[in-house]
């Protein structure tokens, strides 16, 4: 038999199910509101307790009458508020299977696409998706099973709270991780946020990406043109988001058609820059504006990309070398319509003359000497010995329509085999672990030409010095005279081809040389062993 306290109690409990069963929405509101003051932050245990062994009681009839009214959205807060309190107490797994079998996760998406549900209400929809995402890798993929990262990724798209879709973002980092089974679907999803027209939707689904990339390891082939069209908008927080995702993507197989695609975005098309130019514009009797334009903004976004990616690792910068990036970013030099497109080109540009002497030469061949003075020092005098100061960022500022024409119509091209065979230890551009792709290395300059040696070998040395320390009294008739110079001439001369020859590697049939031999003047003396000579190679 049961005792005393358990009768009372059990009296009590069928008094408020009666209650609750009998009252309207106002009351009901009172009760849920009561409750929630009374219950949170309770552990499994301590709700049965005050149910007296009767919790699910109460919970059926809150999933009930949440299935009723979620259309509506009446008192739909509280009563999300008050299940929660069953899901995320401690040991409430058995609360949790109960409103699963109810299809509580269906209720709960369908709340998420209906527009005349308050904000609030759907954000506490999202909190208890959190928490059955949490409970384990079952869950999550029971969630993924009923469309709800389709679900969940549109909300997140159309949400105008900030908070809300912060906590969007926390449940899909929940659902990328231990959940193998579904974690390609949660990637696509977050890639096909990236158009979307909420920048801060766009910031979370960057920042979840660069985790969702370094759990798959693997790429899908939309990612690009996604990442592409995002770098016009005009939000710096997304660009910078976009540009530290492009960052670990070129350790791909998307590397190369990422960096082409970078490459091509510094020179729009006509096409595209006229389309976009309003027809008011075009009025001769209303004022010439420049307009922002979407390409320009991603035209600079992709400067500075260029750069980022070229500082942090020298084998992308080859490989940007070998897209003709000096071109590119030349020409957007000189795009006199957008200054910051300018003025990131000439930043990234910097970079690369400074580090490739090949790419110095070329600049400066195809700006001219004044041009490439103004842009790399400043006309500002310097203190002796000191390095030259960049004027890369200010020179949009002073070049004028023909300089900046000569920059936008230039022909520089670095691509064409100007360096050699790589050196060992240089990181390739593509996935980790992949064999390094046969690419040209680092550029250098060309080795600078060897000088000839005075005298090629030791015997060579010893003929000339012969031929000039010869006492003067030989030479006096001019029969003696050239017979002396003909025998020593004929002498060095196969003593020099014994040798071995002007430079390294000559062969021994080389080229004719002809010796000069200037003896001292009378009266004079011999410096040395050198006197004046002079070695000369003939075809």
């Given at each position: 038999?049961?005792?005393?306290?358990?009768?009372?109690?059990?009296?009590?409990?069928?008094?408020?199910?009666?209650?609750?069963?009998?009252?309207?929405?106002?009351?009901?509101?009172?009760?849920?509101?009561?409750?929630?003051?009374?219950?949170?932050?309770?552990?499994?245990?301590?709700?049965?307790?005050?149910?007296?062994?009767?919790?699910?009681?109460?919970?059926?009839?809150?999933?009930?009458?949440?299935?009723?009214?979620?259309?509506?959205?009446?008192?739909?807060?509280?009563?999300?508020?008050?299940?929660?309190?069953?899901?995320?107490?401690?040991?409430?797994?058995?609360?949790?299977?109960?409103?699963?079998?109810?299809?509580?996760?269906?209720?709960?998406?369908?709340?998420?696409?209906?527009?005349?549900?308050?904000?609030?209400?759907?954000?506490?929809?999202?909190?208890?998706?959190?928490?059955?995402?949490?409970?384990?890798?079952?869950?999550?993929?029971?969630?993924?099973?009923?469309?709800?990262?389709?679900?969940?990724?549109?909300?997140?798209?159309?949400?105008?709270?900030?908070?809300?879709?912060?906590?969007?973002?926390?449940?899909?980092?929940?659902?990328?991780?231990?959940?193998?089974?579904?974690?390609?679907?949660?990637?696509?999803?977050?890639?096909?946020?990236?158009?979307?027209?909420?920048?801060?939707?766009?910031?979370?689904?960057?920042?979840?990406?660069?985790?969702?990339?370094?759990?798959?390891?693997?790429?899908?082939?939309?990612?690009?043109?996604?990442?592409?069209?995002?770098?016009?908008?005009?939000?710096?927080?997304?660009?910078?988001?976009?540009?530290?995702?492009?960052?670990?993507?070129?350790?791909?197989?998307?590397?190369?058609?990422?960096?082409?695609?970078?490459?091509?975005?510094?020179?729009?098309?006509?096409?595209?820059?006229?389309?976009?130019?309003?027809?008011?514009?075009?009025?001769?009797?209303?004022?010439?504006?420049?307009?922002?334009?979407?390409?320009?903004?991603?035209?600079?976004?992709?400067?500075?990309?260029?750069g980022v990616l070229a500082r942090s690792n020298t084998s992308v910068a080859e490989e940007l070398l070998h897209l003709r990036v000096v071109h590119s970013l030349m020409a957007a030099m000189g795009n006199t319509d957008h200054s910051n497109s300018q003025r990131q080109a000439s930043l990234t540009l910097e970079y690369l003359v400074q580090m490739f002497p090949v790419v110095e030469e070329h600049v400066r061949r195809s700006m001219g000497e004044g041009l490439y003075q103004l842009f790399l020092e400043p006309p500002q005098p310097r203190a002796p010995g000191s390095r030259p100061q960049s004027n890369a960022g200010d020179l949009y500022m002073?070049?004028?329509?023909?300089?900046?024409?000569?920059?936008?119509?230039?022909?520089?091209?670095?691509?064409?085999?100007?360096?050699?065979?790589?050196?060992?230890?240089?990181?390739?551009?593509?996935?980790?672990?992949?064999?390094?792709?046969?690419?040209?290395?680092?550029?250098?300059?060309?080795?600078?030409?060897?000088?000839?040696?005075?005298?090629?070998?030791?015997?060579?040395?010893?003929?000339?010095?012969?031929?000039?320390?010869?006492?003067?009294?030989?030479?006096?008739?001019?029969?003696?005279?050239?017979?002396?110079?003909?025998?020593?001439?004929?002498?060095?001369?196969?003593?020099?081809?014994?040798?071995?020859?002007?430079?390294?590697?000559?062969?021994?049939?080389?080229?004719?040389?002809?010796?000069?031999?200037?003896?001292?003047?009378?009266?004079?003396?011999?410096?040395?062993?050198?006197?004046?000579?002079?070695?000369?190679?003939?075809?």
């Amino acid at each position: 038999m049961t005792s005393i306290k358990e009768q009372a109690a059990i009296s009590r409990l069928l008094s408020f199910l009666q209650d609750w069963d009998n009252a309207g929405k106002v009351a009901r509101s009172h009760i849920l509101e009561s409750f929630i003051k009374a219950n949170q932050g309770k552990t499994a245990p301590e709700l049965e307790q005050e149910f007296s062994q009767g919790g699910s009681l109460f919970l059926v009839r809150l999933t009930t009458w949440l299935r009723l009214i979620y259309m509506t959205g009446s008192c739909l807060d509280k009563l999300l508020k008050s299940i929660g309190i069953f899901l995320s107490a401690v040991s409430s797994n058995r609360y949790l299977k109960e409103f699963l079998e109810v299809g509580g996760v269906l209720t709960l998406l369908e709340i998420l696409g209906m527009e005349k549900i308050k904000e609030e209400d759907k954000k506490e929809s999202i909190r208890l998706l959190q928490v059955i995402a949490n409970t384990g890798r079952k869950y999550k993929e029971l969630i993924c099973e009923s469309y709800g990262v389709r679900s969940i990724a549109e909300f997140l798209a159309k949400s105008k709270s900030e908070e809300t879709q912060e906590e969007v973002q926390i449940l899909m980092d929940s659902l990328v991780h231990g959940n193998p089974k579904y974690q390609n679907q949660v990637y696509k999803g977050l890639i096909a946020l990236l158009p979307c027209a909420s920048p801060k939707a766009q910031q979370l689904s960057l920042q979840t990406l660069r985790t969702a990339q370094s759990i798959i390891g693997t790429t899908h082939p939309s990612i690009v043109d996604c990442m592409l069209k995002v770098l016009r908008t005009m939000h710096l927080e997304v660009q910078y988001e976009a540009i530290e995702l492009i960052k670990d993507l070129v350790n791909y197989d998307v590397c190369q058609a990422l960096l082409k695609g970078l490459v091509a975005l510094l020179i729009p098309s006509v096409k595209e820059t006229s389309k976009l130019q309003p027809k008011i514009l075009n009025d001769s009797s209303v004022p010439q504006f420049t307009a922002h334009l979407p390409v320009f903004l991603q035209q600079a976004a992709a400067a500075k990309a260029i750069g980022v990616l070229a500082r942090s690792n020298t084998s992308v910068a080859e490989e940007l070398l070998h897209l003709r990036v000096v071109h590119s970013l030349m020409a957007a030099m000189g795009n006199t319509d957008h200054s910051n497109s300018q003025r990131q080109a000439s930043l990234t540009l910097e970079y690369l003359v400074q580090m490739f002497p090949v790419v110095e030469e070329h600049v400066r061949r195809s700006m001219g000497e004044g041009l490439y003075q103004l842009f790399l020092e400043p006309p500002q005098p310097r203190a002796p010995g000191s390095r030259p100061q960049s004027n890369a960022g200010d020179l949009y500022m002073k070049i004028d329509s023909f300089q900046a024409d000569i920059l936008a119509a230039n022909k520089v091209n670095v691509s064409k085999g100007e360096w050699g065979a790589r050196g060992p230890g240089a990181r390739s551009c593509g996935p980790p672990g992949a064999a390094p792709q046969a690419r040209p290395p680092r550029l250098s300059p060309a080795p600078r030409p060897q000088r000839c040696a005075s005298a090629a070998s030791p015997t060579a040395t010893r003929a000339f010095t012969a031929a000039l320390t010869s006492p003067r009294s030989r030479l006096t008739s001019p029969t003696s005279r050239r017979k002396i110079r003909k025998e020593r001439s004929d002498g060095a001369l196969q003593a020099f081809r014994k040798g071995r020859g002007c430079g390294a590697g000559s062969p021994a049939g080389g080229p004719w040389v002809t010796l000069t031999a200037t003896p001292p003047a009378p009266g004079g003396r011999l410096r040395g062993a050198r006197g004046s000579c002079r070695l000369a190679r003939t075809q």
